[in-house]
């Protein structure tokens, strides 16, 4: 007679190491097959500063989990935020942005944060803790901002400056800014 000997690798993904264990069903009784893990391991800090964006048919595309600081730039595109974890899967949520100092040119020179996502219970919002400070803005609409909590723009320069808004919670501004709520 011989016998085999099987070996089974288990393989553990970093993302689920900084899990607490302890209520690791209650965390997981909503995934199905299908849904998408994002990889938290490496999320890193990012720091841009003193530097010139110019005008492009483009957009900044920022996205880390990490802290995420833009200070004394001058910006002529769009910097978008986006949160896309229903088809494409490649942005992650800001969690910390704080954006200062900066001169946002031309009307393309906003800040756009999008969602991508639809809230639900599990995620009512997308990104948070959203910093625009002492910066001035040559656009009417500065900022246009879905599903986002813990927005601060205070200290801006601009004209009649406007912020469109839908489904955002805890918005702090100076009384000069209006804001439109969708």
Known sequence: KHS????????IAPSI???????LGAE??????GDMIENLSVQPDIIIEKCVFGKADSHLRLQSRGNVKVRDCVIGLPILLSCDMNYFFEASPIN???IEN????GNRGVVN???????????PYCHS???ILNCSFDAKIPVV?????GIIFKGNKGTDMILKLTDCFNVETDENVNIIFR
């Open 28 to 33: 997981i009784e909503d995934i199905k097959a």
């Open 4 to 11: 085999r000997v099987v070996t089974v690798m288990i393989k």
């Open 145 to 149: 901002a879905e599903a986002a909590k």
């Open 129 to 131: 803790n959203i910093k």
């Open 102 to 105: 900066c001169e946002f040119v």
């Open 17 to 23: 190491l900084s899990a607490d264990f302890n209520k």
């Open 113 to 123: 944060i999008l969602s991508e996502c639809y809230p639900n219970k599990i995620m």
């Open 96 to 98: 910390d942005l704080t």
